[in-house]
């Protein structure tokens, strides 16, 4: 009845202010519509996982419906297909080591988190089952790594430029990640920099880097 009624109240809002078509088409996405195929890439003398194709539609929608019209059920379902990865992932590496395991997200500038109003890849891992988040199979820091400094949009940079662009732009804060096994997540990587850059702080530690989508 509650759906119905949600159902009726959105029809009548989408024709007061119609929704943009990413969020339309995602509404009817399920789990198994997200294209999910690990790959590994080595770039910026990193290795990165990457877990889907951002060419795919269903990918591309759900990243652009979260980054930009923050749309929840993209949340979810970018979480799921996470999860999906992850489980199997951690439960291979606690066989082999003791240290808890930490899912951290590429942290946005103050500047920018305030523009946008929410870290889009912290939303992704606030929407992981409980077990990703209650040390069960890891924990979340969402805090634990701080963009310092504020860098222009990587998009119209060549190779050498993102890198440069985000070079030192990355601090860890205080000592939650010390000892443990750190799983660095950003939502889409092209040559890898972002990426490449966050982990720069985190020399000495354990890291898996992984991105959602490779563009």
Known sequence: MLRTVAALIQSGLDIILPRKERVVRIDSYRAEDIPVSPAEHEACGVRIT???QYREEAVADCIKALK???AGIAAALLADALAEYLREEIVNMQQFSTKPVVLAPVPLHAS????RGFNQVASILDALPREFKDGTLSRVEPHALARVRATPQQTRLSRSERLQ??????AAEGGALRGCHIILVDDVTTTGATLA???QPLAGESVTLLALAHA
Do not use: I, Q
């Not at 920018?112 to 523009?115: L, T």
């Not at 662009?165 to 990355?170: D, E, G, H, L």
């Open 197 to 199: 850059a966050a982990a």
């Open 165 to 170: 662009n985000v070079a030192n732009a990355f």
């Open 68 to 70: 930009y019209d923050r």
């Open 112 to 115: 920018r988190e305030r523009e």
């Open 50 to 52: 990457t877990l889907m």
